[in-house]
């Protein structure tokens, strides 16, 4: 073997070595350039499912009819009868929830609300079966229109965002 030779092949195996570093460096960063989009996607479509179900609460308690005893206590334009699980659930699904559904929402909706509770002793409110809420008709409206909005935005950056993994959204039954 001459010297040119060896050289020659040590220059080969420093050149080779040399691309894999590189080429496993570049699958390295696109890996982890996946697996981010990957994130953002999957957190974009649990805020989209939690807007949701808040969303279909709330056009809930304010579709469910009002029984004849409660017509002298609720004007059905104005007011809004909130039961007592109904109201819990909106509680603990904001708290349970908390990362996926923004607090400046919730805080200002309950806020809002408790300006416009009607107080009543321990009993009444027993006896009603819930929380009313006096003129807060068009505050459960507005807030549900915010949540549609919200969920509307939340889609177009979903389809905006590259989609790496169609089978992972089609399998959450969004149509994208």
């Known amino acids: 073997m ?10 080969g195996l420093i050149l080779g ?25 999957e957190k974009l479509i649990r805020e989209i499912e939690a807007r949701n179900t808040l969303n279909q609460k709330i056009i809930e308690i304010l579709n469910r009819p ?3 005893d409660d017509t002298d206590l609720i004007s059905p334009q104005n007011d809004v009868k909130v039961p007592f699980y109904d109201y819990n659930f909106l509680k603990n699904y904001s708290s349970m929830y ?16 408790s300006h416009h ?36 935005t939340k889609k177009r950056a ?11 959204l089609k399998r959450q039954h969004y149509d994208i």
Do not use: H
């Not at 070595?17 to 996607?41: H, M, P, Q, V, W």
């Not at 990362?99 to 609300?113: E, I």
């Not at 979903?158 to 992972?168: C, F, G, V």
């Open 2 to 11: 001459t010297t040119q030779l060896m050289i020659a092949m040590l220059f």
């Open 17 to 41: 070595s040399c691309l894999t570093i590189a080429g496993i460096f570049i699958y390295k960063i696109y890996d982890e350039n996946r697996y981010k989009k990957r994130l953002a996607i």
């Open 66 to 68: 009002i029984a004849g």
């Open 98 to 113: 908390n990362l996926y559904l923004p607090t400046y929402y919730l805080n200002t909706f309950f806020k809002k609300l």
């Open 117 to 152: 509770l009607a107080v009543f002793d321990d009993e009444q409110d027993l006896k009603n079966g819930g929380y009313i809420f006096k003129e807060s008709r068009p505050i459960f409206e507005n807030f549900s229109i915010e949540i549609t909005d919200d969920i509307e």
């Open 158 to 168: 979903l389809n905006q965002a590259q989609n790496i993994y169609p089978a992972l």
